[in-house]
């Protein structure tokens, strides 16, 4: 296992490499990137801007733009060469785009993914700012997901076809076709609004002043603030895995094994438990990482500004639309790697539920 596992990680470097290159790529060929968004909003302006500071914490001293001095208005016939020149130097586009790619892997390497392009800060410290509310949300929501529907799906399997069964797969179905962001413009309109009940706090994860309270007071300040947005992710989240689980338990349940282990005298529970329950899980194993990943970069990106939970899916989106390429990179950078050694975790999963698998004699 240990061969296995060393030679998985060497392949997460060719993988992040093709990842990375892929996506640097099709960025030099979109619209809209720094340059022009700077020159888009000077040109707009038509104003002095005076000193502006670049990603590095250079500054760029750009001219007079407005009637100040007795100069004429050019905003209109746009920005003279020089000025344009100065604002590439600024965000780095005045080197060749195999230069500025080579000199990002360098620094990636040892985590050093520049600084923001309009928020003037390390990426390294944004990243390491939000990334803890992104894990705290996503991480509870996957946990409840699989509590709440790995239990839920076996005793669906055991009573396929009850009453029992009926009902719960019509609530699946209402979870499945309510989008999880709905489902939270809903908590919030009954539980944290004016007009019904307000119970559970709207916005962030920490009650303001809570730093100086006593711990236990801390610790359920923090569970309060994440009922709402928990809620509406597992809603969202869990219907898919429920009907996964039963399907996987239904298909092992009608195997011959299965009868054999009734002819020999063993307990439903134990047919259940001991021989089925190690085989159906097998699937369900295999997307946890996909379904931690879902919930915590994509899933929970409208939760996040519906709850004002600043965190990473917040911050690539935003870094998105206004094309902060540190950023972007960055983030793409960390939601990778963590696919990738998530991917080595769910190998690893493996092993444990069913110990007969083993990926070296597999080789």
Known sequence: MGSYLLRRLLLVIPTLFGIIAINFAVVQFAPGGPVEQMIAQLRGRGETMGR????????????????????????????????????????????????????????????????????????????????????????????????????????????????????????????????????????????????????????????????????????????WHMVLPTVALVVGGFASLTMLTKN??????????????????????????RHVFRNAMLLIVAGFPAALLGILFSAQLLVEIIFSLDGLGLLGFESALRRDYPVMFGTLYIFTLLGLLLQIVSDLLYTVVDPRIDFEARE
């Open 52 to 223: 502006m500071s670049g990603p590095g914490g250079e500054t760029a001293v750009l001219p007079t733009l407005g009637t100040a001095a007795g100069n004429p208005y050019r905003g209109a016939r746009g920005l003279d060469p020089q000025t344009v020149a100065q604002i590439r130097a600024m965000f780095g586009f005045d080197q060749p785009a195999s230069t500025r790619f080579v000199h990002m892997l360098r620094d990636y390497l040892h985590f050093d993914f520049g600084r923001s392009f309009f928020l003037d800060r390390p990426v390294l410290s944004l990243i390491a700012e939000k990334l803890p509310v992104s894990i705290s949300l996503g991480l509870w929501s996957t946990l409840l997901v699989y509590l709440v529907s790995i239990p839920l799906g076996v005793a669906k399997a055991v009573r396929d076809g009850s009453r029992f069964d009926v009902v719960t797969s019509a609530m699946v179905l209402v979870g499945y076709a309510v989008p999880g962001f709905l489902f939270a413009i809903l908590l919030v309109v009954l539980f944290a609004g004016t007009g019904f009940w307000q119970i559970f706090p709207l916005r962030g994860l920490v009650s303001p002043g809570s730093s100086g309270w006593p711990w236990p007071d801390r610790v359920l300040d923090y569970a």
């Open 248 to 273: 996987c338990f239904l298909e092992e349940i009608r195997k011959q094994y299965t009868v054999t282990a009734r002819a020999k005298g063993a307990s439903e529970a134990r047919v259940l438990w």
